[in-house]
């Protein structure tokens, strides 16, 4: 076997401790299966004092990511700080010190891919990424290699295990959103700001970075609509179930015709779909090829340990040189990718629910604001409410399932029934993934 291969780890939080326990305890397996041994040099932290629970070797630990830089005996750099201020910046400047890179910054390479893949390939060196989309799950491998025989024509995904495990608590155990979500923070799933996954942020992130690999196209977060789980409740969820769906928050990027039709948003999927049967923490990954027809990659897509297995298989790769021939042909960052469709050409059914006033004529105006909008009604929920005592007007949850409609057709009819005065807030509209 050849010298030691000497590795840096840059952020030693939940996956650089996870990346570091599979290279210490799991040391010879690492070594058997990528033909040489592979040495933690350094580990970066921003605070020296707190507690890594992994025992590290006197002068490993570092405040002080020169020292990776400058150091010309390490030979890859495991990049796994978060945000993208100061991670552009050090990404660069290992790549121009000549390290190959594994990270699984997700939201850097959303921001900032095109510039460090060019640069990187400029300078003969490779980015690996596999943990920046779906953790655990090899999902660029299989866009960018195991799919390469097919033109992918959808992606139909749940990317973001925070959400979805919100959803799935709170049908599971009939409980509100504010519940499950101070439950899922209690337990890790969530950050104390959850803002970026339960806004979309995280998964729209991910998106474009798959948009990118399986359809060569190079998109940013503004150029597609994207819509989170925190205006869902309950009850949409039930509606959801009585009907035979499941809302989940779904990333999709898809072929039709010419275009590419791209967005993030909770949807309803028929409850026999392996998507909705993906319940809790996990994601999944719907592939359509044209060859290959439908393939599905489920698993852990976040966690301290599904991520570092991914870093480490990534690590791998650039240790036996895969990676190094790999990068320089994945259609990452070209701009070569169908036209992104306007949103208000996208094609669907959609689910309604409106709390309205319980008297005469309500439904007949709702009706014909849809019909004028040449909106179709395929199906209509109104449960019985117990007779107003005291002649007050009471409201009641409508729902509505539409047949095939654009969504100009339906944020015009939304627009119109914003007016009625029937009609209390919320006003909520899913679209149906058929
Ligand atoms: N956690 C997951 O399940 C998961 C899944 C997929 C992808 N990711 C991505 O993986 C990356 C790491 O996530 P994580 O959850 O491991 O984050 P984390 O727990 O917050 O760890 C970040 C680490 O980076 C260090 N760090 C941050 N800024 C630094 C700086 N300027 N100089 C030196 N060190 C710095 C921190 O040092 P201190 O410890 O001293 O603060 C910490 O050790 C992120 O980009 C994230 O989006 C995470």
Redesign the pocket.
């Known amino acids: 076997m050849t010298s030691p291969l000497n590795v840096a780890i ?7 401790g996870g990346v570091a326990q599979i290279l210490t305890e799991h040391s010879e397996r690492c070594a058997r299966r990528s033909g040489r041994s592979i040495h933690i040099a350094k580990a ?4 020296l004092s ?1 507690p890594r629970g992994i025992d590290l070797p006197d002068g490993v630990l570092t ?1 002080d ?1 020169q020292s990776v830089i400058d150091d010309p005996n390490i030979d890859v750099a495991i990049q ?3 945000g993208t201020d ?1 991670a552009r910046q050090v990404m660069l400047s290992l790549l121009e010190a000549g390290k190959d890179v594994v990270t ?4 850097l390479l959303c921001d900032h891919g095109p510039e460090l893949f060019e640069k990187a390939r400029e300078l003969g060196r490779c980015i690996a990424f596999e ?2 989309v779906a ?1 655990g799950i090899p999902i660029i491998e299989a866009v960018s290699q195991s799919m390469s025989g097919n033109q992918i024509t959808s992606i139909q995904a749940i990317l973001n295990g925070t959400c979805n495990y919100i959803l799935t608590e709170m049908l599971k155990r009939s409980a509100s959103y504010g519940d499950i979500l101070s439950e899922a923070q209690e337990l890790g799933y969530a950050e104390a700001d959850p803002a970026m996954d339960v806004e979309g942020t995280d998964a729209a992130q991910k998106l474009v970075i798959l948009c990118q690999l399986a359809f060569g196209k190079r998109v940013s977060l503004s150029d597609f609509p994207t819509q989170g789980i925190d205006s869902l409740e309950l009850a949409d969820l039930k509606y959801a179930a009585e009907l035979g769906y499941r809302i989940k928050l779904l990333a999709v990027a898809q072929l039709v015709g010419d275009s590419l039709e791209l967005h993030v948003e909770p949807k309803l999927v028929h409850s026999d779909e392996p998507i909705a049967k993906t319940d809790g923490p996990l994601n999944i990954v719907a592939l359509n090829g044209d060859a290959v027809g439908p393939t599905w990659y489920a698993g852990a897509g ?3 340990m599904p ?1 570092a297995s991914a870093v480490v298989a990534d690590l791998m790769d650039v240790v036996i040189g895969r990676a190094q021939l790999t990068f320089p042909l994945m259609s990452v960052w070209g701009d070569t990718g169908p036209q992104v469709r306007p949103p208000e050409e996208i094609t669907r059914r959609y689910y309604l629910r409106f709390n309205v006033d319980d008297r005469p004529h309500v439904l007949a105006d709702i009706t014909d604001i849809l019909g004028r909008n040449e909106i179709s009604i395929a199906s209509v929920i109104q449960h019985e409410a117990p007779e107003a005592t005291g002649g007050e007007t009471r409201s009641v949850p409508l729902v509505i399932m539409t047949h095939t409609t654009t969504e100009g057709r339906i944020r015009m009819a939304d627009s119109e029934l914003s007016q009625l005065d029937s009609i209390k807030a919320p006003r909520i509209r899913l679209p149906v993934l058929d």
Do not use: F
Not at 104 to 107: G, P
């Open positions: 840059i952020g030693m939080g939940t996956v650089g970066v932290v921003r605070d707190k405040d990511v796994l700080m978060g100061p699984a910054n997700k939201a943990a920046a953790g976040a966690g301290k991520t």
